[in-house]
Structures are given as structure tokens and as C-alpha cells.
């Protein structure tokens, strides 16, 4: 199977399991609902819950023993998204080409919605203990782990750098350091999920990690390029690709990509997935 093949198939699921956990927009208040399924339903990649999925076929497990918790994750990295567009924050009138939450629904709802996004990423992570063969203990290890990624020494804290930090005097260094809160940490989250549930070992973890480092730091320079090239930089924002320029941008992602493949050796060929995963990254176009 093509890894485009792969990402369709997977994304259908998802978003099928998505659609099925959410509420209804009928139900009230009515509002809330509908803000809510507006930023879920509004052209995600599932890049994260995909991840997850992926994590978990390697070690044999199937799509539907961590689906729950793979869609709590993609429900935490939408509060994240609507949050992020705040005018309080970075003041986005568009997400995925179409308008963003607070300007369809207003910023009072917009911060419901995120918040109960939130909550309810918590709450399917717990309800992935309905699974039969999931220990409780791992799901309680999972819990654990989603607070200290998403919290103020990971994506929160990332946030509160990228809101603070200026472009202009920026240090490789710092910028690494804000990446891997930002954005890594979620994406190391979601493959994280997926061994935890299947019962990875240290050994395991420790190279899944790795390779979730790796693939978030990527993925966000490769975010960069896209902005840059699509026209859509924010000049007061972090950006590799502004500081670093365009080539130095490519063969960096293409350095940390295979990084990140190195790391899976212990795996053999049952982390194939997971690389074209890796390299898909390279040339993904939105
Ligand atoms: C608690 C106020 C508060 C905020 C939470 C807002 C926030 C912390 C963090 C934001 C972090 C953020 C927006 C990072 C950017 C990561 C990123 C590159 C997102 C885009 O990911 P894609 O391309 O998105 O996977 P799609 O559209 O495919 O879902």
C-alpha cells in the first residue's frame, strides 16, 4: 500500500470514530456543539491520531484498541489550533483557508470550545480503558503523560515562548527549544500513546521518543517553508525559515527526518509505516 493510500485510509477512520464520539450539534446548548465539530470537521490532516494507529500496528495491536484514546489526542491538538488563533493570541482570521472558530462563533464561544476540547481529549483517553485487553495501569500512565506534554513545561509553555520571543534576535538554540514544547511534544505524545497502550518496553519507548523528537522538530521547520512559500509568514513570529533561510531549512528537516528513521533500527522492518510516515513529511504540501 502507498503511505498516500495509508493516510487516506487511516483519516477516514479517524474521522468516522470522530463523528461518532462528539456530540451532536443538536444537542445543548446547541452552540457549542456546533463550534465544536466546526474545527474538527474543518480539513485536518489526523496527522497526530494517525501516528498513534501507527505506533500501535507495530506492535501488532489493531486500529480500534487505541482509536479512542488516538481521536482524544486529535481533539486536544484542535483546542490548541482554535486557542492559537485567538486575537489574545495570534489574532488568525483563517485556519485550513476557512474562517477561524472565534470569527464564526465569537471568542466567547471560541474559548468554550477549546476548553471542552480539551476536557473531552481527557475524557476518550479514560474511555479507551473500555478496550478489553488495555491495562488500566497504562492508560493511567497515558494520562500522566498527556498533562506533562500538554502543560506548562511542553506545548503550553511552548506557546507562552512563541507569544514572548522575538524573530529578530532568536538563537538556534532557542528556537530548537520552543519547537520541541510546541509542536514536538504533542506529536511525541501521539506515537508515545500508541506504545504505551500496545505495552512497549523502556527500550522501546526510549527509540519511538527519539524518533518523535525528531519528526516534530521536522515537521515544524517544514511548517515554516510552507508559511513562507504560501505566503502566509507572520513577520513578528519564531520562524526557522525566515532566520535560516530556505536551503539551510530543507537539509536540516532532511538531516532530522533521517534522524528520526535511524532511531527505529531496533524495530527491523516492522517500522516501515513509520518511516514512509517520516518521509512523507518531507514532502507533504499542506
Ligand atoms: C492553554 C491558552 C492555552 C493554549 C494552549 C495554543 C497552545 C497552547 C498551543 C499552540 C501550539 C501550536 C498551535 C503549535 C503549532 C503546531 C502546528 C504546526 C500545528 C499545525 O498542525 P497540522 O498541520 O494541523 O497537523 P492540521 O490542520 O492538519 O490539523
Redesign the pocket.
Known sequence: MTIEKYLKDRKNIIDKALDEYLLSEEKPPSIIHKAIRYSVF???????PILTLATAELFGKDAESVMKAACGI?LI?????I??D?PC??NDDF??GKPSNHKVFGEGIALLA?DAL?VSGFDLIIRNSEVKEIKKQSILKLLKETSFY?GTEN??G??VE?ISLKNENIKKEDLYNLYMK??AA?ICLSIRAGAILSGAHQRQLKALTKYGENIGLA??II?DMLDIMQDQRDMKKPNYANKFGMKESKSESERLIKEAKDSLKIFNNKAETLRNLADYLLIRK?
Do not use: A, N, P, Y
Open positions: 474543518s480539513g485536518g490532516k489526523r496527522i497526530r486529535e491538538h484542535t483546542f490548541s489550533l486557542h492559537d485567538l493570541m495570534d485556519r485550513r477549546g480539551l500538554i506545548m503550553v511552548g506557546q512563541d510546541k509542536t504533542l515537521f515544524q511548517d499542506k
